[in-house]
């Protein structure tokens, strides 16, 4: 005859215990950081991508202003000229206004506007002082470079 020993069921309950919780929340912690490092780069270049578009609407409002007036507004006149009418000489034969504002680069610096531009001297030039928000540094970003 055979003895039937009774099989004895151990219970665990559902569910993760502390320490495997802490290793979850270190490696997710991990990843979290490693992210971040990787992303910190991205709001510069958004900034750079700013000035490039800004640049390009310009050239557009210039030209148009150009078409009208004749020629480029001078340096003294400079972003002024595509907003309010110029008083100084050369005042242009006809005048639109071409933007109702002008946009501050993304730094919250105004926008340089020169004519004759440093490098071409038949076309304008238009600068963002760039990071630093100082004129003349290495930071600093011309419609001009290439």
């Known amino acids: ?30 990843i979290l950081g490693g992210a971040i490092f990787a992303m910190r780069g991205i709001g510069d270049a958004a900034k750079l991508r700013q ?3 800004d640049f390009k609407s310009f050239q557009s409002a210039f030209a148009m202003y150009k078409l009208n007036a004749g020629n480029y507004p001078t340096s003294q006149q400079g972003f002024k000229a595509l907003v309010e009418k110029p008083s100084s000489t050369p005042v242009p034969r006809r005048w639109v206004q ?22 071409r001297a038949n076309e ?19 419609s001009q470079d290439e």
């Open 1 to 30: 005859m055979k003895i039937h020993q009774p099989t004895v069921k151990i219970r665990r309950r559902g569910g993760f215990t502390l320490l495997e919780m802490v290793i979850v929340l270190g490696i997710i912690a991990m």
């Open 51 to 53: 000035v490039e578009s």
């Open 98 to 119: 071409v933007m109702s504002k002008i946009p501050l680069d993304p730094w919250d610096q105004d926008y340089i506007y020169r004519f004759p531009g440093k490098k």
């Open 124 to 142: 304008f030039e238009m600068i963002s002082k760039g990071p630093d928000g100082q004129e003349n540094t290495g930071d600093d970003l011309s």
